[in-house]
C-alpha cells in the first residue's frame, strides 16, 4: 500500500516511510491510498476467524512486503493475547450461538495490559515498528504527548525494545493518580521509557512534542517519531475491532442495522470506525460522544468547524479542542459533508451530566463504566430518543467501552461511593517506586533533558 499527504496528494510514501517519519514533509497526514471493499462473502468468512487472524487479513493491505502472511499472523497473535467481549450491562457475554434477546452492548477494549483501547493500536504500531527497524541498526526516538492512556500504551507496547527510546510528556495534575503511576513504573530505572511530568496543560505537552519536531535539527539528531493519533500506524489497527467485532454482531442478530457509540477526543477511534465501516464492516452509523470539549459536534450540526482550546473535564482523555485526525474524516467522506452527517451524529456532555448518569446506570443495572465510557453510552440515549421509533425496533446499539473502570478509580469512587477493585496490572503498578523527570514547559528543557538521557557523557 501507498500512502498520500492530506495536503499534497502528490506527495507519497511507502508503509515504513509513513509509519516512521509520522508526518508528511509537508506536514500534512499521511493517508492510504485506497482502502480494500470486501464482499458480504469475504466478510462472513472474516467474522468466523479469531479476532488477531481477522485483523492479520486486514493489515495485509496497510502494510508493505516486508511483512509475509505468516509474520502478520504470529503480529496479530503475539499482539492480540487478550479478549475483547462484547457484553450486556448484566454482564452477560454476547454469544453467537444462542439465540438473543439484547440488543444493547458494550464492546470492551479495555482487556489488555494498560486497560484502555489505546493497546490495540499501540502494539500492532509497536511490533510492525520494530519489524521494520529490524536488522537494520537505525535508533528511533518516540515522544508522546499523552492525557493519560495512549503513553501507558505507547510505553507498554515498546518497553525494551532495541534501538528505541520513548519519552512520554504528560500534564500535571491532568491525568488520573492511577495513570500517573503506570507511566512512571515501566520497566526498570534505565529502561528505555522514560516519564516526564510538564508542568503544564495538555496543550502545553501536545505544543512541545510539535516544537521538537518542526526543530529540524533537534529531529534529525535524535530521529524523533511520533505515537499520537497524527501516525496512521496508530489509527490504522483501530479499524480491525471494528470490523470484526461488527460480524460477531450480525451473526447473532442478522436483519438488525448496527449503531455503534464512542467516547471521542481525538478521533482517532472514530476515524478506525470509519475505515471498517468502508472496507465493508456492517455498520450502520456512528455516534459520536464528547465531553464539553466538543467542536466536532458543533461541526455536525452547522457544517462549521471550530477548534477552540481545551478545557479540563472529568473524562480527562477526550480535553481535545482542535481533534487531531478531523482531515482524516472529511477526507475519508471526500468532503461531502451531507454524507458524512448522514453517518455521524454527535452530542456533548458536561461533566455534571456524566456524573448523574454514571450514578443512574450504576443504580439501575449494576454496570460501572468509566467516566469516557459513561459519555459514549449517554450520548447513544440521546440517539436513542432522537430516532425513536428506529432504534428501538431495529437497531443493536453497541458503546465502545474505551477504559476500564479502575484507571480512573478516584472519580470512579467518589461518584459512585463505592470501592473499584484494581486489576492485577494496576496493582503492580502500585508496587513499584516511580519515576519521573519533572520539567517546566519548554522546548530548551526537553532538548537538555533528551540529550542527557540519550547521549550521557
Ligand atoms: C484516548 C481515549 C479516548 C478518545 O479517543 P480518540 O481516538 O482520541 O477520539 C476516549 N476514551 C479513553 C479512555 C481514551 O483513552
Not at 464492516?281 to 471550530?306: M, Q, S
Amino acid at each position: 500500500m501507498q500512502y498520500h499527504s492530506l495536503k499534497t496528494n502528490s506527495v507519497k510514501a511507502s508503509f515504513a516511510d509513513a509509519l516512521l517519519a509520522s508526518l508528511a514533509p509537508d506536514g500534512g497526514l499521511w493517508m492510504p491510498d485506497s482502502l480494500p471493499n470486501f464482499t458480504p462473502e469475504q466478510t462472513a468468512q472474516m467474522g468466523a476467524m479469531s479476532f488477531a487472524d481477522c485483523a492479520a487479513k486486514l493489515a495485509r493491505y496497510f502494510v508493505d512486503d516486508s511483512f509475509s502472511d505468516d509474520d502478520l499472523r504470529a503480529l496479530c497473535r503475539d499482539a492480540y493475547d487478550f479478549p475483547m467481549p462484547l457484553v450486556e450491562s448484566t454482564g452477560r457475554v454476547m454469544d453467537s450461538a444462542t439465540p438473543e434477546i439484547a440488543s444493547d452492548y458494550f464492546l470492551e477494549l479495555f482487556h489488555g495490559p494498560t486497560l484502555a483501547f489505546k493497546d490495540f493500536a499501540a502494539r500492532f504500531m509497536g511490533r510492525a515498528a520494530s519489524h521494520l527497524m529490524g536488522k537494520s541498526g537505525e535508533t528511533r526516538t518516540i515522544l508522546v504527548a499523552t492525557s493519560g492512556d495512549t503513553g501507558g500504551a505507547i510505553g507498554d507496547a515498546f518497553l525494551g525494545q532495541d534501538g528505541i527510546n520513548v519519552f512520554i510528556l504528560y500534564p500535571k495534575g491532568g491525568v488520573s493518580k492511577v495513570q500517573e503511576q503506570q507511566l512512571t513504573t515501566m520497566g526498570k530505572k534505565g529502561c528505555n521509557i522514560h516519564a516526564i511530568c510538564v508542568d503544564g496543560t495538555f496543550d502545553d505537552c501536545q505544543a512541545l512534542v510539535k516544537a521538537a519536531f518542526a526543530d529540524q535539527a533537534l529531529s534529525v539528531k535524535h530521529h524523533l517519531m511520533s505515537a499520537n493519533s497524527i501516525n496512521v500506524g496508530r489509527v490504522i489497527p483501530q479499524s480491525f475491532y471494528y470490523f470484526w467485532s461488527s460480524l460477531q454482531i450480525k451473526a447473532a442478530h442478522p436483519g438488525k442495522r448496527i449503531v455503534y457509540s464512542i467516547p471521542s477526543g481525538n478521533l482517532g477511534n472514530l476515524t478506525g470506525g470509519l475505515i471498517a465501516r468502508k472496507m465493508g464492516a456492517p455498520i450502520e452509523r456512528f455516534v459520536i460522544g464528547h465531553n464539553v470539549n466538543d467542536p466536532f459536534v458543533d461541526y455536525l450540526k452547522t457544517g462549521e468547524y471550530t477548534p477552540r482550546p481545551s478545557q479540563p473535564t472529568l473524562s480527562n482523555a477526550m480535553d481535545i479542542g482542535r481533534p487531531n485526525n478531523f482531515p482524516r474524516i472529511v477526507d475519508l467522506f471526500g468532503g461531502d459533508f451531507d454524507a458524512l452527517s448522514a453517518v455521524c451524529w454527535g452530542a456533548s456532555f458536561t461533566d455534571d451530566e456524566t456524573e448523574r448518569y454514571m450514578r443512574r446506570y450504576h443504580a439501575r443495572t449494576g454496570y460501572v463504566m468509566c467516566p469516557h465510557t459513561t459519555v459514549g453510552q449517554l450520548a447513544m440515549d440521546a440517539f436513542g430518543n432522537a430516532f425513536a421509533d428506529d432504534v428501538e425496533t431495529d437497531f443493536i446499539k453497541v458503546t465502545v467501552a474505551t477504559a476500564h473502570p479502575a484507571k480512573f478509580a478516584d472519580s470512579v469512587e467518589r461518584i459512585l461511593r463505592e470501592d473499584v477493585p484494581l486489576p492485577e496490572p494496576l496493582a503492580k503498578a502500585f508496587r513499584k517506586k516511580p519515576r519521573v523527570h519533572v520539567m517546566t514547559p519548554e522546548l530548551s528543557s526537553l532538548a537538555d533533558y533528551l540529550s542527557v538521557t540519550l547521549d550521557p557523557k
